[in-house]
């Protein structure tokens, strides 16, 4: 069956929030607050696909943020930094219909292409969507009581490290506050140059707190008054994210980060959510995918679908090399949040 696709503002139409507070799918990386933040950040502009006509009831929505620039071209990515963000349809001819008028958005708007970070999602054997990137996907079933769940925790590698941090008296810390922000940004560059890696705008977590409010939550640990291990965590309906995390190397010992992600999951279960996401891992990562899995979560395999599939990598997956790792591995901290600063915009 033909369907006309219209397109819509998720931040202007109040009725992309309303869909998505009754949609089951719908994770914080749908809302109009995230793709805000992303608009507020790296002038990105978001729009969604649906089926539902502009004066009805939104039925369904997939949504894409438009990337365009000099350095790395022209797409439409559902949605940039995003670990996933699923078309939210009834059935497989919304879908249809939607990947069809995106095609022809490809190509009449001549965008490189256009990618959707689609989990195990079944496409159309007509949608012309090949695998592009795969990942690994972490989420752990909040439902069985905290007692089972510690249980589940690898005895040495969690539970162990966990008791440790206790024993050392770490203090904890939890909030969205700048004076919260500051403790996370200073390990987040620590970690970034560790792996040498620019890191994230700081705006881009300013932003996050103005736009998603108290659905952000920094966590820090410290010893002795010195910020060792933080945690940026996202929620939304039932589900808590783990998004960001952070260390300073030289104290991994105290076991710092497991007590952050234990306190998160405590709270998890205090407010009665049902499922803790620990995002995606590269696959070429087994350190991080061996540290999730001990966790106990439940690991599947996260597809990130193109139209049309480029023929080598884009210049943003090409991004950082050899050259790039080392200056980023031993800038000062001002020029590496200044290089993270410019280049993030391109690489959505």
Avoid at 7 to 14: A, M, V
Wanted: proline residues 5%.
């Amino acid at each position: 069956m033909s369907m006309t696709v219209y397109k819509i503002d998720p931040i202007q139409d109040h009725r992309w929030t309303e869909f998505l507070n009754k949609h089951p799918e719908a994770s914080v990386f749908h809302t109009s607050g995230w793709m805000d933040a992303l608009q507020r950040t790296y002038d990105y502009n978001p729009v969604v696909f649906t089926t539902s006509p502009p004066e009805g009831e939104l039925r369904n929505g997939l949504p894409f943020c438009r990337i365009a620039n000099w350095l790395t071209g022209r797409r439409l990515v559902s949605l940039p930094f995003s670990d996933h963000c699923a078309p939210l349809v009834e059935n497989s001819a919304e879908l249809t219909c939607m990947l069809k008028s995106l095609q022809r958005e490809v190509a009449e708007k001549k965008w490189n292409y256009a990618e959707i970070r689609a989990g195990d999602l079944h496409l159309p054997s007509n949608a012309n969507f090949e695998k592009a990137k795969s990942y690994s996907l972490h989420k752990l079933d909040l439902r069985p009581n905290l007692d089972e769940l510690f249980r589940s925790l690898h005895k040495d590698c969690v539970q162990r490290k966990i008791h440790r941090a206790e024993r050392e008296g770490l203090s904890y810390e939890e909030g969205s506050e700048d004076s919260l922000l500051r403790k996370f940004y200073h390990l987040l560059l620590i970690t970034r140059r560790r792996h040498g890696l620019a890191p994230q705008p700081v705006r881009w977590f300013r932003n996050l707190i103005a736009c998603l409010g108290d659905k952000v939550k920094i966590r820090v640990a410290s010893k002795d008054g010195h910020p060792v291990a933080s945690i940026l965590t996202l929620r939304h309906q039932r589900t808590l994210v783990y998004k960001y995390g952070c260390s300073d190397h030289h104290f991994n010992n105290l076991g710092g980060t497991h007590l952050l992600m234990w306190k998160a999951i405590q709270e998890a279960k205090n407010d009665r959510l049902d499922e803790f996401d620990m995002g995606r891992s590269d696959s070429d990562n087994p350190g991080l995918i061996a540290f999730k899995d001990r966790w106990g979560a439940a690991r599947s395999t996260l597809f990130y679908l193109r139209y049309p599939l480029p023929q080598s990598p884009t210049i943003s997956e090409a991004m950082p090399g050899n050259v790039a790792k080392y200056i980023f591995a031993h800038a000062p901290d001002s020029l590496l949040a200044a290089t993270g600063n410019i280049l993030y915009k391109y690489m959505g």
